[in-house]
């Protein structure tokens, strides 16, 4: 795990109407569903890495960058693996409906008024947006995919070849699969980040390193 600590100064699905896999295994099929998940959906032994409102699954080949405030409030998660980054971010969403599409057009149209050609592609979490930005390194292919939860919103930016090519993202799609929101129950407004932090013993060392990590790739 890689940290940085900053120097003081169509339609969505909400987790019921999500697509549900299944795989033939010969005479007899079994229906998997795709996380994020919310916390009360899983009981399992996989591995996590508790970041407070994102516990991200712990995979020996994906590389986890956090930047966080000199509080330990972590402001930006990136996994990358290879060539491929995944940006994540958590959002509240009201209990009655989901908030990607609003969300979705919201990041289409800031896009357009860059500059940006963005384009609406159905994936396999539903519509996400597909873009290309201009950076100090040239075009940059960006992949935007939203997941309604029961009051939260995950949001990714793909980076890398993944971001045209979404069978590229091996490990990277594994984490996402596995994802799970600890929303908490305290009332927030919608579209509030849901707060993150470093887990103690990571805020303890990046104590005592102050910010001398190498900063996670920007998407």
Not at 48 to 74: K, N, T
Not at 93 to 113: F, T
Not at 148 to 161: A, K, N, T
Not at 194 to 217: F, M, T
Request: proline share 7%.
């Amino acid at each position: 795990m890689i940290f940085s600590r900053k120097r003081a100064g169509a339609e969505g699905r909400t987790r019921d109407e999500r697509t549900t896999e299944v795989l033939d295994q010969g005479a007899g099929a079994s229906a998997l569903v795709r996380g994020p998940y919310d916390i009360s959906e899983v009981d399992d032994e996989v591995q996590r890495l508790d970041l407070g409102s994102l516990h991200i699954p712990a995979i020996a080949e994906v590389e986890v960058r956090v930047q966080a405030d000199p509080q330990g409030v972590v402001q930006q998660v990136v996994l990358v693996h290879g060539d491929n980054a995944l940006q994540l971010g958590v959002f509240a969403a009201p209990r009655s409906e989901g908030i990607w599409d609003e969300v979705r057009e919201e990041i289409r149209q800031s896009l357009l008024r860059d500059g940006a050609a963005a384009q609406e592609v159905e994936g396999e979490y539903g519509p996400e947006l597909h873009a290309q930005v201009r950076t100090p390194d040239g075009p940059t292919n960006l992949r935007f995919v939203g997941v309604d939860g029961p009051r939260w919103m995950v949001r990714g930016v793909f980076q890398g070849p993944v971001a045209t090519d979404p069978a590229a993202a091996g490990p990277l799609a594994e984490c996402l699969e596995g994802l799970v929101v600890d929303r908490g129950q305290e009332a927030k407004p919608v579209r509030e980040p849901l707060p993150l932090r470093l887990p103690r013993e990571v805020a303890d060392q990046a104590g005592v390193e102050d910010g001398s990590a190498a900063e996670p790739r920007q998407v």
